[in-house]
């Protein structure tokens, strides 16, 4: 339940067909009826792989959480499958279609079903209030008619319609694999991804030498909290920026930047100007989590310094807050181990292995993965290990809100060097987005949340646990219920997903940017 957190609601939070490239110059309805289920045993007595069994459970949800009418998929659903929320989002909308090929692909739906599902949704979509002059989805919509939310239906509050850089990232990133992976619908999902114009997020002024995406903008004043005039489109009247920037490379907001480059919205130099760490200069980031250290390099004009932290012997590029959804969703489209030998393939690596370490052996949870996700004892939180986080307060991985403090050399000093760990929440999500970097890790974890915690219901694995006391977030979001089908779907399918959304344009663009960055991470040995 991806619920609304005060940047998304209250405040804050791309052009020419996509095969050319500007950047140039009803099983699922049964499934959710009956019980989950042990990984079926085939025919020889030989277990079959449980990330099938996994699959179809967590696309029943998917189902019963999406308007038959509309195609619009709820942002939530509670663990018995009743009871959808009554709002939608641009990257929920994109997580559904996604999640629909990948129920294709894996055999859940056929063809002609996942055909008439796509349909529907982007027959709603070309209805939807969009700001015309850059193409871009409002953040908030109703899953049973389309329209565009301007009260909040579960409170009554007044919410200013804000337009989203990463949640219009997703969804365009979807429209990319829908136009590929489903040729009668590609002439519609083509001219649905034409009009978004991401340029609109992207200050070329953001910092000396640096253009950065804003987290998004308002098409009119937001009322309370900071917003900045502007019009980076230079198209119609001004709109109202939020004051912050996508400034980190560890983040989800990535795949904006991505899109943007592809499509020659933003330029390529872009890809270089969000931090790795903060900077080390005295005591001016001092509120980082700790002190990083790295060489400073320039690409494309920019200098960067590739600044690292350590956590357990090993170096890596840190994330905001240090969950897995910031490090490893946009892995899921982008091949970016595969580009980045020097850069991300590494830094995946090191950060599963930290979500391990400190699941099992620092904190002796017994279980790892930490993500933003519902909260067992309330709505929803942000998870992650904390101190792989650069937020010096960043993401606890417990219900007691642990904060590690090792100090920073000269500017502050340590305050909770060697915490004792309370009542870890781990997230089931976070554990697919690693498959790719240790299989074998994650079936085991799994294994264990399903089986021992009982986190699993008729849709699959809900959203959260506290391992410790037991407690359970009964319910499902259709966000990280999306990021399982897509991870199933490229483990399964030798990368699927991110070959539908990969064209060569996009390669031709990205993967010199990607190949030529050097992060400073160092796996210690491990």
Same mark, same amino acid.
């Given at each position: 339940?991806?619920?609304?957190?005060?940047?998304?609601?209250?405040?804050?939070?791309?052009?020419?067909?996509?095969?050319?490239?500007?950047?140039?110059?009803?099983?699922?309805?049964?499934?959710?009826?009956?019980?989950?289920?042990?990984?079926?045993?085939?025919?020889?007595?030989?277990?079959?792989?449980?990330?099938?069994?996994?699959?179809?459970?967590?696309?029943?949800?998917?189902?019963? *959480?999406?308007?038959?009418?509309?195609?619009?998929?709820?942002?939530?659903?509670?663990?018995?499958?009743?009871?959808?929320?009554?709002?939608?989002?641009?990257?929920?909308?994109?997580?559904?279609?996604?999640?629909?090929?990948?129920?294709?692909?894996?055999?859940?739906?056929?063809?002609?079903?996942?055909?008439?599902?796509?349909?529907?949704?982007?027959?709603?979509?070309?209805?939807?209030?969009?700001?015309?002059?850059?193409?871009?989805?409002?953040?908030?919509?109703?899953?049973?008619?389309?329209?565009?939310?301007?009260?909040?239906?579960?409170?009554?509050?007044?919410?200013?319609?804000?337009?989203?850089?990463?949640? #219009?990232?997703?969804?365009?990133?979807?429209?990319?694999?829908?136009?590929?992976?489903?040729?009668?619908?590609?002439?519609?999902?083509?001219?649905?991804?034409?009009? *978004?114009?991401?340029?609109?997020?992207?200050?070329?002024?953001?910092?000396?030498?640096?253009?950065? #995406?804003?987290?998004?903008?308002?098409?009119?004043?937001?009322?309370?909290?900071?917003?900045?005039?502007?019009?980076?489109?230079?198209?119609?009247?001004?709109?109202?920026?939020?004051?912050?920037?996508?400034?980190?490379?560890?983040?989800?907001?990535?795949?904006?930047?991505?899109?943007?480059?592809?499509?020659?919205?933003?330029?390529?130099?872009?890809?270089?100007?969000?931090?790795?760490?903060?900077?080390?200069?005295?005591?001016?980031?001092?509120?980082?989590?700790?002190?990083?250290?790295?060489?400073?390099? =320039?690409?494309?004009?920019?200098?960067?310094? =590739?600044?690292?932290?350590?956590?357990?012997?090993?170096?890596?590029?840190?994330?905001?807050?240090?969950? *897995?959804?910031?490090?490893?969703?946009?892995?899921?489209?982008?091949?970016?181990?595969?580009?980045?030998?020097?850069?991300?393939?590494?830094?995946?690596?090191?950060?599963?292995?930290?979500?391990?370490?400190?699941?099992?052996?620092?904190?002796?949870?017994?279980?790892?993965?930490?993500?933003?996700?519902?909260?067992?004892?309330?709505?929803?939180?942000?998870?992650?290990?904390?101190?792989?986080?650069?937020?010096?307060?960043?993401?606890?991985?417990?219900?007691?809100?642990?904060?590690?403090?090792?100090?920073?050399?000269?500017?502050?000093?340590?305050?909770?060097?060697?915490?004792?760990?309370?009542?870890?929440?781990?997230?089931?999500?976070?554990?697919?987005?690693?498959?790719?970097?240790?299989?074998?890790?994650?079936?085991?974890?799994?294994?264990?949340?399903?089986?021992?915690?009982?986190?699993?219901?008729?849709?699959?694995?809900?959203?959260?646990?506290?391992?410790?006391?037991?407690?359970?977030?009964?319910?499902?979001?259709?966000?990280?219920?999306?990021?399982?089908?897509?991870?199933?779907?490229?483990?399964?399918?030798?990368?699927?997903?991110?070959?539908?959304?990969?064209?060569?344009?996009?390669?031709?663009?990205?993967?010199?940017?990607?190949?030529?960055?050097?992060?400073?991470?160092?796996?210690?040995?491990?």
């Amino acid at each position: 339940m991806r619920l609304p957190n005060l940047r998304d609601v209250q405040s804050a939070r791309p052009g020419g067909r996509r095969r050319t490239a500007l950047a140039l110059g009803a099983a699922a309805a049964v499934v959710a009826l009956i019980a989950p289920t042990a990984a079926i045993a085939e025919p020889g007595g030989k277990k079959s792989d449980p990330l099938k069994q996994y699959a179809a459970d967590t696309w029943a949800s998917l189902d019963a *959480m999406t308007d038959e009418t509309t195609g619009l998929p709820a942002d939530n659903i509670e663990g018995d499958l009743s009871t959808p929320s009554e709002y939608t989002s641009p990257t929920n909308i994109g997580g559904y279609l996604w999640s629909t090929i990948a129920a294709r692909d894996l055999k859940i739906i056929d063809r002609k079903e996942a055909s008439a599902r796509l349909a529907t949704t982007l027959d709603t979509l070309e209805t939807l209030e969009v700001h015309e002059p850059s193409g871009m989805f409002y953040n908030w919509y109703s899953p049973t008619d389309g329209s565009k939310l301007t009260i909040w239906p579960e409170s009554g509050d007044v919410v200013h319609p804000f337009l989203s850089t990463v949640d #219009n990232g997703w969804l365009a990133a979807a429209l990319r694999v829908v136009a590929e992976a489903e040729p009668r619908l590609a002439k519609q999902a083509d001219a649905l991804y034409d009009t *978004m114009d991401f340029g609109w997020y992207h200050d070329l002024n953001a910092r000396e030498g640096v253009s950065l #995406n804003r987290g998004g903008f308002w098409d009119a004043p937001p009322g309370d909290g900071c917003a900045v005039p502007g019009n980076y489109g230079d198209e119609g009247p001004d709109v109202y920026y939020t004051c912050h920037w996508y400034d980190t490379s560890v983040s989800e907001a990535r795949i904006a930047t991505y899109l943007g480059i592809a499509n020659g919205q933003i330029p390529a130099s872009a890809y270089y100007g969000t931090y790795r760490t903060m900077p080390d200069r005295g005591c001016e980031f001092g509120w980082q989590e700790q002190k990083p250290t790295g060489e400073t390099r =320039e690409y494309l004009g920019v200098s960067v310094f =590739e600044g690292v932290y350590e956590y357990r012997g090993m170096k890596l590029v840190p994330a905001w807050g240090g969950s *897995m959804f910031e490090a490893l969703m946009p892995d899921l489209f982008v091949p970016e181990a595969e580009w980045g030998k020097r850069s991300w393939a590494p830094n995946h690596e090191a950060t599963v292995r930290s979500h391990i370490e400190h699941g099992m052996d620092e904190a002796e949870y017994g279980y790892w993965g930490f993500s933003p996700a519902s909260d067992p004892f309330a709505s929803y939180r942000e998870y992650g290990v904390e101190e792989i986080g650069i937020n010096s307060t960043g993401y606890a991985s417990d219900v007691e809100s642990t904060d590690v403090d090792k100090g920073y050399d000269g500017c502050r000093e340590a305050a909770n060097p060697d915490p004792e760990f309370g009542d870890g929440v781990v997230t089931p999500h976070a554990a697919f987005l690693a498959l790719p970097y240790d299989r074998e890790a994650v079936l085991d974890n799994l294994e264990g949340i399903k089986n021992d915690l009982g986190a699993y219901g008729p849709g699959g694995f809900y959203d959260s646990v506290a391992v410790g006391s037991g407690t359970i977030a009964e319910r499902y979001l259709s966000l990280d219920q999306s990021m399982i089908m897509g991870a199933i779907l490229n483990e399964q399918k030798k990368d699927k997903l991110k070959d539908y959304f990969v064209d060569r344009g996009f390669e031709k663009a990205v993967r010199p940017l990607v190949e030529a960055q050097v992060f400073g991470t160092d796996l210690g040995g491990k």
